[in-house]
Every structure is written in C-alpha cells, then in structure tokens.
C-alpha cells in the first residue's frame, strides 16, 4: 500500500531536509531527547514509525539485544535498508495499528515524530502496553497540540508580529496541512488525549517535554528563531507499571 511518505514529491522534499541528511545530530528534538533515552544494552527495543532508521541505528550501536524497526512507507524503509544494511535491524514494513505486537516483547518502544499520524491513539498505547515486558518504557515524539492546532500550520504575520493561529482545539481531528510544499495529513490531538489514556492504563509518567531550541541551536539557526513563539514536540517517556508489586 502506497502511503504518502511514498508520494515522488514528498518523498524528495523529506530526503532534503537538514535532518535527513545529517540525521540525529541535524534533528531539532535530539538535544531533548537522548538523555531521556534508557540504556538498552542487552534489551529488545521497537521502533514505531522508522523512517530512514536513524534512532533504530543508534539502538543497534548502543547494544540492543535485538531491534524490531516498523514503517509502513517502502521508501523509506528503502533508505532505511540501504543505510543500515549491516546492523542487526528487523525492518518491517506495516502499519502501527496493523503490527502483530508480542506479548511482552519488548523492554523499550520507541518512537520519533510519527503518532500525530494516527487516529486512534488509545489503541496504540493499549497495543504498546500489552507489547511492553514489566517496567518496560515508552519513549516517544509527537507533534505539539499547538502545533497541530495551527491552521495549515503555517505562522502568520501582522503589526504585532508573528503568530500561530490556532483553531478548533478542543476539536481533535484530521486535518490536512501543508508541509515541505505537499499537502499532508495529519491528526491533531489535545494534550490530554495524549497524555490521560497513558494515565488510564496505568503508565507511570516519567517524563512531559516540551521541545524548546536551546541557546547552541539558536547560534547554529538564526533563522529560527521563530521556534521560539510555539511548541513544535512533545516529548513523552512512561514506564509500565507492576500492579502485582503495588499490590493491585
Ligand atoms: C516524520 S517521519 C519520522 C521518521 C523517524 N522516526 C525519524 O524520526 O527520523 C514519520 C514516519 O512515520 C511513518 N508513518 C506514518 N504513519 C505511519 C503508520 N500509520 N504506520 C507506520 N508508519 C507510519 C512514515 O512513513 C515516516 O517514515
């Protein structure tokens, strides 16, 4: 199935952002969020939404047991293959929702910038719960509310400046934006659609960031300083808690 990280001009305009040319040190989120990342020596680590393979790469180099890396777009996990053909990285192209998730598989899931993507948040979480050994964590990005709340998350500018429209917060849905000059779709969820039903299934959360471009990446990217008017990433990490240890 054709996805629309498979679309020609999407897929070309993604191959030439900063990040997938520099990878994890060109990304915006990664000062944010590597000392978040647990050690995953001798660990089984599932990375949802790959991409090119950059995080799945680093898990392998850190000494992952063993490291299941899911997408659905065949390009990118093209590249994917093509980049990381000598670390021992399953990759599997297949939806999130439609991955056959085993049964406390893993000690950590993963994953970057690809859940604003998904509609039904609540089944990924009971999927990753249900996937995730005792006290395994979840580690993952998503695109900020504010940011998915933005009309054709674009900024806009008038005599006070520059600002983020925002529209229909509290009305959580998909919405077609304009990225890299393609229309994507995306879904926007409220900050509490993404973090109360991980409350519900009893993760405990460890960890709510707000990516924010500190002073090394400002001097790097005067350009962008715009970053600073509104979130882009949230950043979430959550454990899976024992209820027999808590006695529940
Ligand atoms: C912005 S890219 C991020 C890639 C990678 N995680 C990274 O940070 O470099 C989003 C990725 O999510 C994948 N994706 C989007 N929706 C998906 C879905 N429903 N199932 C599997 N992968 C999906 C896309 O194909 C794309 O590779």
Redesign the pocket.
């Known amino acids: 199935m054709k ?3 498979d679309d020609e001009a999407f897929f070309s305009a ?1 191959g030439r952002m900063e ?1 997938s040319q520099g990878g994890l040190e060109a ?1 915006g989120e990664w000062s944010t969020l590597k000392p978040l990342i647990p050690s995953v020596e001798g660990r089984h680590v599932l ?6 393979g ?2 799945s790469a680093f898990f392998a180099q850190k000494g992952a047991a063993s490291v299941t890396a ?4 065949g390009c ?1 996990l093209a590249v994917a293959r093509e980049k990381f053909p000598d670390r021992n990285i399953d990759f599997i192209q ?5 991955y056959r998730y085993p049964v406390d598989g893993f000690d950590l899931v993963f ?4 859940l604003h ?2 509609e039904d948040l609540d089944k990924v979480y009971a999927l990753i719960h249900r996937t995730l050994k005792r006290q395994g964590q979840l580690l993952f ?1 998503i695109e900020h509310p504010v940011y998915t709340a933005g009309i054709r998350q674009e900024f806009k500018k008038d005599e006070d400046g520059l600002f983020w429209p925002v529209q229909g917060y509290f009305r959580p849905s998909v919405r077609d934006t304009s990225f890299l000059g393609c229309s994507v779709r995306k879904v926007h969820h409220t900050l509490s659609q993404i973090l109360e039903p991980l409350i519900a299934l009893s993760f405990h959360l460890d960890a709510v960031r707000e990516v924010m471009p500190d002073e090394a990446f400002l001097e790097a990217h005067p350009e962008l300083e715009s970053e600073l008017e509104r979130p882009m990433m949230l950043i979430v990490k959550a454990t899976k808690e024992n209820l027999l240890e808590k006695g529940l």
């Open positions: 996805t629309q990280y993604y990040r990304s990375d949802l939404g790959c991409g090119y950059w995080h899911v997408d659905s777009s990118m297949e939806d999130i929702l439609g994953s970057n910038l690809a993507y998904i990005t």
